[in-house]
């Protein structure tokens, strides 16, 4: 039985999340198969925008983007989240997250 490609969005796309995408597409260089980008979230619409569309270059669709982390886990079947908000945020969005049912990485 193949492996289920993973289904992985990124909340806060602004700072360290630089350095965690261009992680994911060096993985997506080796391992195409692995996941794909399905969402970006911030609460700047264009800085989700930007990631979606670098994501986009990546894989074959467009990421759906949000500037609301309740309403992305709500319309999304994620696996997991990335989750690179800002620290005082890491754990009301990982609480949301693991509720909803995804796996999360945080930093710090």
């Known amino acids: 039985m193949p492996n289920k490609k993973l289904s992985l969005a990124i909340t806060g796309c602004g700072g360290m999340a ?23 979230c911030d609460p700047v619409e264009e800085r989700a925008q930007k990631f979606a569309q670098e994501a986009s270059e990546t894989q074959d669709s467009m990421p759906k983007v949000y500037t609301n982390l309740e309403e992305m886990l709500e319309k999304e079947n994620l696996d997991a989240v990335d989750i690179c908000s800002r620290h005082s945020d890491h754990h009301v969005n990982g609480i949301a997250c693991l509720d909803a049912g995804a796996n999360i990485m945080i930093e710090k």
Do not use: C, Q, T, W
């Open 18 to 40: 630089h350095g965690h995408l261009n992680g994911y597409k060096r993985i997506k260089e080796k391992e195409a198969d692995k996941f794909d980008f399905v969402s970006m």
